[in-house]
């Protein structure tokens, strides 16, 4: 599960993360935290707008294990982004989280300024505030837009992913330009219609798995990387 994926930056990611959208604040969020530490996992991402910053931070903190050990995500909203603003918003998400720096920031959407919001992303990385700066449902035009106008290009871009909506398109312009593909809903967020799949269904009948299982199989085993110029499997 903590199989590390290296951004560009050679700063290792655990390959697989656990999200915590929509998770219900309270009793449930502190169970649900507390198991995902129990089976081992280390990699958590939020963001300010699903609104439990606070409940992650105070969740890990209290597990015991220490800050190092764990790879921090979380993503500056629409409303924030512009470079004072990000600035901002940046120190409020550490604050909540009771950190001094984060694994991961990225920019949520490319709602407007996302531009100067990406240059307070690149001061906050240089300042080692941020390890791995990267963006959430950019398209290449976004993505280039931030290559024609930045120091440093996005490291990753977290894409709504699945098997019924691969994004190969995307996936080989990220890999051509050594960007992470990170996929969320990698289960299609739970939608029926995916999980019933008569194909997915033979595959997890045959192998003794769940659809789920197979599914994120299929997530880990589509990652591949470009070197030299050639895109390696
Ligand atoms: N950057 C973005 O814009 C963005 C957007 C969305 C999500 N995300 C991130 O990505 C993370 C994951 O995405 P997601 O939660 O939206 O979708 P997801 O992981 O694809 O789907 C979660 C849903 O899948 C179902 N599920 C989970 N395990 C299952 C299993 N073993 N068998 C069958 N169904 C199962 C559950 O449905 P039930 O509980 O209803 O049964 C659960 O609510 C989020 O928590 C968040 O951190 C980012």
Excluded at 46 to 60: C, D, Q, S, W
Excluded at 91 to 117: R, S, W
Excluded at 214 to 221: D, K
Aim: proline letters at 3%; hydrophobic letters at 40%.
């Amino acid at each position: 599960m903590n199989k590390a994926i290296e951004a560009v930056n050679g700063y290792k990611i655990p390959q697989v993360g656990f999200g915590v959208y929509k998770i219900k604040n309270g009793k449930e969020f502190e169970m649900a935290i507390h198991e995902a530490i129990r089976v081992g996992y280390r990699h958590f991402d939020t963001a300010k707008i699903y609104g439990n910053e606070e409940e992650l931070g105070r969740e890990l903190q209290n597990s015991g294990i220490p800050r190092e050990q764990f790879f921090i995500t979380s993503k500056v909203w629409t409303t924030d982004l512009g470079y004072e603003a990000t600035k901002k918003a940046f120190e409020q998400t550490c604050k909540k989280l009771n950190v001094t720096y984060l694994d991961m920031y990225l920019i949520h959407f490319a709602g407007p300024h996302y531009l100067e919001a990406w240059k307070a992303m690149e001061e906050l990385y240089s300042e080692g505030k941020i390890k791995v700066i990267g963006v959430a449902n950019f398209e290449i035009h976004h993505l280039e837009n931030v290559m024609k106008h930045s120091r440093i290009q996005p490291m990753i871009n977290q894409i709504e992913t699945h098997p019924e909506f691969p994004q190969n398109k995307l996936h080989e312009y990220l890999a051509r330009h050594r960007i992470l593909h990170e996929a969320w809903g990698p289960l299609g967020q739970g939608n029926k219609a995916l999980l019933d799949r008569p194909e997915l269904t033979e595959i997890a009948f045959h192998h003794n798995k769940s659809v789920a299982q197979v599914i994120l199989r299929w997530h880990l085993q589509s990652f591949y990387f470009v070197r030299k110029g050639e895109v390696v499997k």
